[in-house]
């Protein structure tokens, strides 16, 4: 029996010149987590103060993606900056209401709702 690979893949952008999207699509868990942690990890480092995780194609994330996320908070927090999450799946919804992390992150289910947030 052979296993897919995965589908995994993140883009980055800048919106309005000030506001770093990072895209995510597929599954976060502990095979693709390692490459979700060195690109948010490269957007905080690299000076992103306003950061946007759009998450509206992410079809499953579990505890590693969740520990990722609050790392990327916890950094980001520390520079003075923000993180929004964008995510309307109820499925990927359900694990952040299931560690109350959902009190922790903004967390809205559009673009954006979060553009919005971010530079307001």
């Given at each position: 029996m052979s296993y897919l690979p995965p589908t995994f893949d993140v883009t980055e952008e800048t919106l309005a010149g000030e506001v770093f999207v990072l895209a995510v699509r597929g599954e976060i868990h502990i095979a693709t987590a390692p490459e979700f942690s060195?690109?948010?990890n490269e957007a905080i480092a690299g000076g992103a103060s306003a950061l946007l995780v759009d998450m509206t194609h992410v079809s499953f994330i579990d505890s590693t993606g969740l520990s990722v996320l609050l790392?990327?908070?916890?950094?980001?927090t520390r520079r003075r900056g923000r993180m929004v999450l964008v995510c309307d799946n109820p499925t990927v919804m359900r694990l952040f209401e299931v560690t109350r992390t959902d009190?922790?992150?903004?967390i809205l289910p559009t673009r954006e709702e979060a553009l919005e947030r971010l530079q307001g």
């Open positions: 060195q690109r948010l790392n990327g908070l916890r950094r980001i009190e922790t992150f903004e």
